[in-house]
């Protein structure tokens, strides 16, 4: 009988785990210029080896299969993030990007774009998602003081809230644009739109890095996360220690979008949609929900990149403004529903 | 064996308390039950045994240790705790919330699905084991939870002697029906034969005086009376406690007192 969900989640992961190598490909192949299998294949064949030289090779090589993978990379953290942020609050519509984490960590990064702008690109990529990083461990932590309490968390407050914090970060961003020369406004929309198109090898080193360490350190608070979600003093009755358990979360949630933002810039409501549809498949055990999430996350930036070169060619939607017109009709309905998913009132 | 003891324990949050002075010894196998007024300080008494407040004067042990010396897993292996209310908004099926009471102990999958079934008929929540949490109502919820804190009560599932465990309900009647009311203080009286030490805050004071060895009667913070049911109510003290005129007869069959408005 409950065994009933979990044999089901186990096949929701294994699919999912199943359809990764067809989207990279397919990411890989499709563009502009669509490559066909055997030159896909040939040109795999010939990096492999070492060999960039053709035509082919050098569009997989140093064009799609780096900013197929960094979509992969952000997707999976932005999943893994979203879910465990909503385990966090207990709350459904705790998404970072809608609560003020990236906001905050845009904010973060910007300051860090003015005032470290002279240093080397290498250097900036490091103190850029430092900056990230404390910016969205702020947010957290201030939303997370004004929003709850111990009989739970207001979605009101905890909405306004990340209203707030991205408004200032947004302000804090013109700013930066008011000030910035050609490189850094190129930079800085690039950023502001989300866009895969800067994946380099410490870029995709950095992004890989933190998705390996968030792969493995986030499912060992599957069993305190379901507990929590009972209730924070509930959770403690079962042995959980819930204060430990919130400050690890938060600067592991600070580190995932503070990356993500830092590389890709701000991608919205995939940590909303992605944990929103998987919940509907497994139910809301973490143990299934965290690793499913992941590779969902992963799925849908890798085929939303892939439909954003796809969509208007030669010209390139940036997949920031695609994951939000999808992500943002989802959160109307969420809503709209929301008695129906068992949310709380405001 | 004494399972708890508190010695003139105080009890609340900063500086002022909330309880004063609450002395109280639990034996293997008592039925201990909490009455007071709203307010009283029946609920705080629960949460200091359970860790969420903080002893602020006086002694309270556990076992043979003090009560803060205990780690929180060690704690949840110990004793079971149902709250008052639950806030639990996300759809996990009845079973799945049941299942969440073996997180302090490690039996493996086929010790936990055995006790969950058993913790399952035990509440009659089995023919709604795989409805929506969410969706249920009040008294199923709240049997749903008895279930996922009977589940936790467990170490294995030997049904062996539960010495040493402390069972802590807060009104866990408030929303159950008659029959349900009555599985559940048959419940109670199984467990406690089995050396568990069970402390209930009920104001059904009629179910209380079937269903408890002593009863502790709190108001404003202190522990103002200790006996047996029949030791305790008297009309006159009843009566000044709740500050409304009462009468107090017995039971036909059971011999133990029950209390009704004049």
């Given at each position: 009988m409950y065994g009933d969900r979990s044999s089901r989640a186990r096949r929701v992961i294994a699919v999912l785990t199943g359809l990764q190598l067809p989207a990279l490909l397919l990411g890989v192949a499709l563009g502009v210029v669509a490559l066909s299998p055997d030159e896909l294949l040939g040109a795999l064949a010939d990096m492999l080896r070492g060999d960039t030289s053709s035509q082919a090779a050098l569009i997989v090589g140093h064009i799609r299969l780096p900013r197929t993978l960094l979509a992969a990379a952000c997707g999976t953290i932005l999943a893994l993030c979203g879910a465990v942020t909503q385990g966090l609050f207990r709350n459904p519509l705790a998404d970072p990007s809608l609560i003020g984490v990236t906001g905050g960590a845009s904010l973060g990064a910007a300051l860090v774009m003015v005032l470290a702008a002279p240093a080397g690109l290498a250097l900036m990529l490091g103190l850029v998602s430092a900056g990230a990083f404390l910016g969205g461990a702020a947010a957290v932590v201030l939303v997370y003081r004004l929003a709850t309490d111990s009989s739970g968390t207001s979605v009101a407050t905890m909405l306004l809230a990340g209203i707030?914090?991205?408004a200032l970060s947004g302000a804090a961003v013109s700013l930066l644009e008011f000030h910035a020369d050609n490189q850094m406004l190129r930079r800085i929309s690039l950023w502001k739109m989300g866009s895969f198109d800067n994946a380099r090898l410490p870029e995709l080193g950095l992004a890989f890095g933190v998705t390996a360490l968030l792969c493995t350190v986030l499912p060992r608070y599957a069993s305190a996360l379901n507990a929590l979600l009972l209730g924070e003093s509930e959770a403690s009755h079962l042995g959980v220690d819930v204060a430990r358990l919130k400050r690890h979360l938060v600067a592991w949630v600070a580190l995932g979008v503070g990356v993500s933002v830092a590389l890709a810039g701000t991608i919205a409501f995939v940590g909303l949609v992605v944990p929103h549809m998987i919940r509907l498949l497994t139910g809301p055990d973490h143990r299934y929900l965290l690793p499913a999430s992941a590779l969902a996350g992963a799925l849908l930036l890798m085929c939303a990149d892939t439909a954003a070169r796809l969509l208007a060619p030669p010209a390139e939607v940036p997949v920031g403004?695609?994951?939000?017109?999808?992500?943002?009709?989802?959160?109307?309905?969420?809503?709209?529903?929301?008695?129906?998913?068992?949310?709380?009132?405001? | 064996?004494?399972?708890?003891?508190?010695?003139?324990?105080?009890a609340g949050w900063g500086a002022c308390p909330v309880l004063t002075g609450i002395s109280l010894r639990c034996k293997a196998g008592d039925i201990v039950g909490l009455l007071g007024p709203n307010g009283a300080g029946k609920s705080t008494l629960l949460r200091l045994i359970a860790g969420d407040t903080d002893l602020l004067a006086g002694s309270a042990e556990l076992g043979s240790k003090p009560l803060a010396s205990w780690s929180s897993a060690a704690r949840a292996r110990c004793i079971a705790y149902l709250p008052q209310a639950s806030s639990l908004t996300f759809p996990f099926t009845v079973s799945?919330?049941?299942?969440?009471?073996?997180?302090?102990?490690?039996?493996?999958?086929?010790?936990?699905?055995?006790?969950?079934?058993?913790?399952?008929a035990a509440t009659d929540t089995q023919p709604i084991a795989n409805r929506l949490y969410p969706l249920l109502s009040g008294g199923e919820k709240q049997r749903v939870q008895l279930a996922r804190v009977l589940c936790q009560l467990e170490t294995?599932?030997?049904?062996?002697?539960?010495?040493?465990?402390?069972?802590?309900?807060?009104e866990p009647t408030a929303a159950l029906d008659l029959r349900h009311q009555q599985d559940?203080?048959?419940?109670?009286?199984?467990?406690?034969?089995?050396g568990c030490t069970v402390l209930v805050a009920l104001h059904d004071i009629n179910l209380l005086s079937s269903l408890c060895h002593r009863v502790m009667v709190v108001d404003r913070g202190h522990g103002i009376a200790l006996g047996t049911p029949a030791e305790v109510f008297s009309a006159d003290f009843l009566q000044s406690l709740y500050g409304t005129p009462l009468c107090?007869?017995?039971?036909?069959?059971?011999?133990?007192?029950?209390?009704?408005?004049?």
């Open positions: 707030g914090i991205t403004i695609l994951t939000a017109l999808l992500g943002v009709p989802f959160f109307m309905s969420l809503l709209r529903q929301r008695r129906q998913f068992g949310l709380p009132a405001a | 064996m004494t399972t708890l003891a508190l010695h003139d324990a105080s799945e919330v049941v299942a969440l009471g073996r997180l302090p102990h490690a039996g493996g999958r086929q010790c936990d699905m055995t006790l969950v079934e058993w913790a399952l294995d599932a030997s049904g062996g002697s539960l010495d040493g465990k402390l069972l802590l309900l807060d559940l203080v048959a419940l109670l009286r199984q467990l406690a034969g089995r107090v007869s017995t039971h036909p069959t059971g011999g133990y007192p029950l209390v009704f408005p004049q």
